[in-house]
């Protein structure tokens, strides 16, 4: 019996050891928090009428050592507008990623922009969110033109004079669009990586500059694929630069005074005057423009709307004023002269000022730049482009190639 104590009193000492050294391990049993990154794999703005899932992708920062529960919700959905697939992700220990899809459920029911932020909670008490908002936004229902007598006079003479069928891209077509990054600029704008791809949709329609012999397009909408990335940039240079401008006396007197919110915000890309030539299908969607410095270039001419431009640029044409906060005093300038000094938010005064032509000479880029070129397969039911892309105060061009898909 002794002997049977003995060896009792032995065993608990020994567990007594074990689970002190297993403490010390976990920092006197703290465990350290595992945060969770969410974000979405492309494109996040869709139109409530589109067939397009958008993806998000789960990252965790530290390998699960147990199985957890992740339970997602859509905040604003209340009308449900739109589905999450699957709401509830069960994870297996050792895994570090997962993802999920929201799609619209094409009610019909949206007159404005709809921003819906992705919640998440988790079953293990020591995973978190990196704190980052995750947001998808739908449009509503995509206003495609209705063609007038006169387009639809030319679109039929093209059939018949010319052998091209436009009624085949036009429309909402499905758009493809990959951005290659030089080795500079990545870094700063892409996260150190070469590439981002994207997927949408484009509504494409007749442009007014068409004649009976030359058949040209005009894309309504996401022009290339870029409006959501677009976007993006204009918004990580200005109202979103929480380092720089946001903390410039006139960046901080503009967000004092536009009332800025980004769920009511609206920005629009479009392209008009791409040509088509009858005889090989090549596309010519170059134009001229004035850059910021006065000089005539020949670039992609984009345009661009921007809500926040819009009431900055009213107030600067009703010649208001702002106070603007320069260290000990707190002074009034005209909103014109705050524009001109830095606190702009024109798209144009961010994209598309750099000659596609001269720049071909001068790049440094050479293994980037590309000469802008477009062209229309019938026989395999795709539209190409491919040309440079640029944004102020960068090193130099990024590539840009946008596929349309359309059938045949």
Known sequence: MKKFKFI???????????SACSSSDDNDGKQMTNYVSISAAGNNIINEDDDEEVKFNILIGNTLTADATINLSLEGNDDNVATLTPSTIALKAGAKTASFTVKSNKKSLLKSDRVLTVKATFSDANMKTDGKAVTLTIKPDSDIPVLTAEQQKLIEGYKQNLNIDLTKILGKV??????????????????????????????ITLSEKATADKPVLKMVSNAMGMAAFNYEMLR??????????????????????????????????????????????TLKFTGSKVD?????????????????????????????????????????????EIIDGGGSLNPYSFFDNTDVVADGEATDYKNIYVAPTGKIDFTSGKMTFAFPWYLN????????????????
Do not use: H
């Not at 704008?189 to 509504?203: A, E, Q």
């Not at 910021?292 to 009703?318: C, H, N, Q």
């Open 292 to 336: 910021l410095y006065g000089e005539e270039i020949t670039t992609v001419p984009f345009d661009y709307t921007f809500s926040a431009w819009d009431r900055l640029k009213a107030m600067a044409d009703a010649n208001k004023s702002f106070e603007v906060d320069e260290g000990d005093t707190r002074t009034n300038v005209p909103v014109q």
């Open 393 to 408: 105060d960068t090193y130099g061009c990024q590539r840009v190639e946008a596929t349309y898909t359309f059938g045949n």
């Open 8 to 18: 009792l009193m032995c065993m608990l000492a020994m567990l007594t050891g074990f």
């Open 174 to 203: 499905k758009v493809d669009t990959k951005v290659t990054f030089n080795d500079d600029d990545k870094i700063d704008i892409n996260d150190n990586k070469d590439t981002r791809s994207f997927s949408g949709v484009t509504i």
């Open 236 to 281: 990580k240079r200005t109202v979103e630069d929480a380092e720089n401008w946001t903390q410039m006396p006139y960046g901080k007197a503009v967000m004092e005074n536009i009332n800025y919110d980004y769920n009511k915000e609206t920005f629009t890309m479009t392209l008009d005057g791409i040509e088509v030539n009858p005889a090989d299908m």
